[in-house]
Each structure stands twice: as structure tokens, then as C-alpha cells.
């Protein structure tokens, strides 16, 4: 039988001829939907689109648009820009009159209904604008101003992030809405935290808490708890006061609505590392920085006494205190105008104080923990001192700190120096592995304190620098906050009147400061 003479191949042609890393650079730049129906096209683009969402990615825009939802359209489209796959969302706004929850439902029906998200007011926003990409601090205050002269106001921040190896969770910490004493369900909160973790890691100490707590919410004994109840590698970063609204991923976490039984005091993201990871994915690591804008002026005074008294706004402690090593009591007027005499302009003034207290959670044994807490100098009389906040008790010990520009630069600059240092350790552990795993910059997070920002130092983005200097290339994104969330790290700008004590105790809460965490990523060794 005579063989039919075979028919020669049609030539490749459009993107049949395209080859797949060629394909992968196409895919990895087109917009969320397109990218979506690219992976419908046949089993190797689908392949292809897999491999595309597997990898790390932190992506972030912000719309200053006065039209609230014109904005969240431009945050989102700009996110959405290039393919991700949305583990978490962060929305930060700025304004007057903002609807959170019109926002909270936007995003969760873009987002996907399992994706855990947090939208909160914040005093100012930090990235890059999602029109003109070009990278601003916006402070509330210089935005208000501008605004005035346009009749209205608005902005947003939106940062959407996929960390592989890692789960990401948004717990509530709850306080009973008709609870005699009204404290908040600390203990819980904590054991929640801990048992999410130690469910997906099998280590009950997370690798990061992103916080936001309540606006009414006194979150020292919560930082405590945590502080106490997790290992030192877990990063802590985030707002201590701001009016916030959440999603979890799971149902029955979410707690909305005046008919609720709870109230949410703050809510915090926990990422996990995933016990159960593939083989083929690698290594998310936190790196966590503080650049401190206060420093201490004067001597080291003990807590003589004190009073707590709850006025109609802010709680207050009354206290009475003399210079270490003296007998003398001082009123609280005269300590103050002494410190002033110290000080060639006139600040903002606080006191650190230095405690050593017992902290327990649930029935655990409980452990000593020494820590240093901020409180705002509110004024004083001829006997007392007055500062913000409480748990301050007889016996301690603090001194004073003032908001302080230079200080504040110099840390951005160490910090930013550390930044350039690590980077340069990164490169010479990839040339003497041959490029072999080598690290990648997903990108950073900023949370800093609404007194910093242009007005503080002089010029504008100081407090971005050490990102911008370093990682000119990565999303970044930020907020200003009433109190800074910050642990992982002990004071910075430690001077020679402060002891060692204070320069070893633990901090969590800020003032004048600003925290940093850059999010890297280590690929899986090559299968041979």
C-alpha cells in the first residue's frame, strides 16, 4: 500500500508561536479581568496564570478624588491593574463625613467575600497617587485646608497583598456592648490570636499582627497581653486609636451593626506561616524598624503617689513625684517649668515611665514584664502632675521626653542606613550562592505618627526616605496615626540619661515615631 506523503506543518503563527516566558511577561501585565478569561484559554495558560498568582505581590494605591466612590474605583482599578491574588486588604481614608461601611461592601465585592479587610480613618496616607503615580505624603490637616477651598474632601489608601506560605486572618477583640463593667474580652482576644496560629503554624506565636485599635479603646493592657503571650520574632505594627470596620474571612468573627451584643475595640490581621505549605514555595520574612522622635531631657523622677480620675474625656492620673535619689516632693508646675528651662523651644511634652508589673492570660502562670509606657504631659498645680492615661503606680520610675525634629532625622537616617546595610548583605549572600535563592523586596508598610510628617521636619517625605533611598521600586503604602503600634525592636536615640533599664524595656506604643516593616521574600530551592 502506497504511504500518503505527510503534509508539512503549518507554521506557528499569533500566539501560538509565542514562547511560555514570553506568555508569562504578556500575562503578568494585564488588568485583573483580562487576566481572568486569559486563564480560560487552554490548560498551559492556565498553567501559566497559576504560576503568575503563586508569587508574592503587594500592591497599593491611594485617590485623593473628592467623589468617594469614584476614588475607591480608582484605588481599586489601579490595584487590579496587573494580576493578584487578594489574601488581605488594608483601606485607609481621609475626610469628613466618610461612609466606612459603603466602602467595607465595595471592597468586598471586588475583593472576594473570603478576603479578610480592615478600613479605618487615619490622620494622613502615604504612597503613591493611583492617576499620576507620583508618591506624596498627605497629611489630614494640610488636606482639610486645600479641601476647604473645593467645598469637599475625601481620600483613600488601598493596599491588597498575597504572601505565600503565610495565612492571613482579621480578629476582632470584643467587648460586651451591655456588660456592667465594659471591659473588653482581653484574654480571648489573645487565646484567639494564639490558637488561629498555632491552628494553621503549629506555633502559637504569629509571624506578624497588623493592629487598629478603637478610638475610645485604652490599648496598654492589650499590648501588654500580647506582648506577654507571643515570642519575640512576632512583629507588631499598626494604629492605636482610629475609628475602624472589619470583614473576616470567617462569618462568624464579624461583629457590625448596633444590634450586636459586642463592640469591637480593635481588630488586628494575623498572618500565620502555613505548616502545610507546598515544597515549591518559599519564605516570607519581616524586617521591622523605629525610627524615634522623642528624646529625654532632665532628671529621673520617682512616682511618689497617684490618683486616677475620670473626666469627661480622657482619663487622667494625678501624681506626685521627687528626683531620684531626693526626698524633696516636687509639685508638678515646678517640675514642669524646670524641664522647660532645659528645652530651647518650647514641645510637646511626655513621660516615659518604666514599669515592672505581672501579667498572666487565662489560668497560665504569670510572668514579670518589664516595659516602657508613654503619657502625655497634660499640665500640673502647686502638688500634682497630671499625664494621660493610666497604670502608672507608686514606686515607678520615668523621665521626661520631648518631641524632638533632630532626633527624629537622624533615626530615619540609621534607619535607612540599616535599610541599605541589609540590602547589601542580601547581594553578597546571592553572589556567593550563585544566585540561587536569592531574596526578593515585595514591598513595605509605614505607620507614623500624625505630629511628623512636612511641619515637623522642614521638608517633605522624611519619613517615606528610607524606603525611597533604598527600594525606590517597591509598593509601598502608609498612614498617619494617633499613636503609633510598634514591637519587634527596643528604643531607638537611647542618650546618656537614660539607663539601661529603660533602653532594654520593652516598648509597643509610640509617640512621635515611625514604624517600619519591609516584607521579603526567599524562592524554594530548585528541585533537581
Known amino acids: 500500500m502506497e504511504r500518503k506523503p505527510k503534509e508539512p506543518r503549518t507554521p506557528l503563527t499569533g500566539f501560538a ?45 491611594f485617590s485623593l478624588n473628592p ?6 474605583q480608582e484605588v481599586v482599578n489601579k490595584v487590579l491593574s496587573e494580576p493578584i491574588r487578594p489574601q488581605f486588604a488594608i483601606a485607609n481614608v481621609i475626610g469628613s463625613g466618610v461612609d466606612l461601611s459603603e466602602t467595607l461592601n465595595f471592597l468586598a465585592a471586588k475583593l472576594g467575600s473570603k478576603t479578610p479587610i480592615i478600613v479605618s480613618c487615619a490622620n494622613g496616607i502615604i504612597g503613591r497617587d493611583a492617576v499620576t503615580d507620583e508618591h506624596q505624603e498627605v497629611m489630614l490637616e494640610d488636606f482639610w485646608a486645600d479641601a476647604a477651598s473645593k467645598n469637599s474632601g475625601f481620600g483613600v489608601l488601598l493596599t ?42 503549629g506555633s502559637t506565636s504569629p509571624a506578624l499582627l497588623i493592629m487598629f485599635g478603637g478610638e475610645k479603646a485604652e ?14 520574632e512576632t512583629f507588631i505594627a499598626g494604629d492605636q486609636r482610629a475609628q475602624f470596620l472589619y470583614k473576616s474571612g470567617i462569618e462568624s468573627r464579624n461583629v457590625h451593626g448596633s444590634g450586636n451584643e459586642y463592640i469591637s475595640d480593635a481588630v488586628v490581621l494575623v498572618f500565620a506561616r502555613d505548616r502545610h505549605r507546598a515544597s515549591d514555595v518559599g519564605e516570607i520574612q519581616f524586617h521591622s524598624a523605629l525610627s524615634s522622635g522623642v528624646s529625654t531631657v532632665g532628671p529621673r523622677y520617682k512616682v511618689v503617689s497617684v490618683k486616677e480620675i475620670q473626666p469627661e474625656t480622657d482619663l487622667t492620673t494625678c501624681l506626685k513625684a521627687r528626683r531620684e535619689g531626693e526626698q524633696e516632693i516636687l509639685g508638678g508646675q515646678r517640675i514642669i517649668d524646670e524641664i522647660n528651662n532645659e528645652l530651647v523651644n518650647k514641645t510637646e511634652l511626655f513621660i516615659g515611665v518604666s514599669k515592672q508589673r505581672q501579667c498572666d492570660i487565662g489560668s497560665e502562670n504569670p510572668k514579670l514584664l518589664r516595659s516602657l509606657a508613654f503619657h502625655e504631659v497634660k499640665g500640673g498645680d502647686g502638688e500634682h502632675l497630671f499625664v494621660s492615661g493610666d497604670g502608672i503606680g507608686s514606686g515607678d520610675y520615668f523621665h521626661f521626653y520631648h518631641s524632638d525634629p533632630k532626633a527624629a532625622l537622624c533615626a530615619c537616617s540609621n534607619v535607612s542606613k540599616n535599610f541599605r546595610n541589609l540590602k547589601l548583605d542580601w547581594r553578597s549572600c546571592q553572589l556567593h550562592a550563585g544566585g540561587v535563592g536569592s531574596k526578593e523586596v515585595v514591598g513595605g508598610l509605614v505607620f507614623s505618627c500624625w505630629g511628623r510628617g512636612e511641619s515637623f521636619f522642614g521638608h517633605s517625605n522624611v519619613d517615606s526616605s528610607p524606603f525611597l533611598d533604598n527600594f525606590p521600586g517597591i509598593p509601598m503604602a502608609g498612614i498617619f496615626c494617633y499613636g503609633e503600634v510598634g514591637r519587634g525592636f527596643t528604643m531607638l536615640n537611647a542618650d546618656d540619661h537614660e539607663d539601661q533599664e529603660e533602653q532594654t524595656s520593652c516598648c509597643c506604643l509610640h509617640v512621635y515615631s515611625t514604624i517600619y516593616v519591609l516584607v521579603s521574600y526567599t524562592p524554594a530551592p530548585l528541585k533537581h
Request: glycine share 2%.
Open 17 to 61: 508561536s509565542i514562547n511560555e516566558d514570553l506568555v508569562q511577561n504578556i500575562l503578568k501585565r494585564t488588568p485583573a479581568t483580562s487576566f481572568a478569561a486569559a486563564a480560560c484559554v487552554c490548560k498551559s495558560w492556565n498553567q501559566t496564570c497559576n504560576q503568575i498568582l503563586s508569587k508574592p505581590k503587594l500592591a497599593s494605591a
Open 67 to 72: 467623589d468617594q466612590k469614584v476614588a475607591s
Open 160 to 201: 491588597v497583598g498575597f504572601f505565600p506560605g503565610l495565612q492571613v486572618e482579621a480578629i476582632p477583640l470584643l467587648r460586651p456592648r451591655k456588660a456592667a463593667s465594659g471591659m473588653a474580652m482581653v484574654d480571648k482576644f489573645v487565646m484567639d490570636i494564639r490558637n488561629y496560629s498555632a491552628n494553621v503554624s
Open 219 to 232: 490599648q496598654k493592657p492589650v499590648m501588654e497581653k500580647l506582648d506577654h503571650a507571643t515570642s519575640r
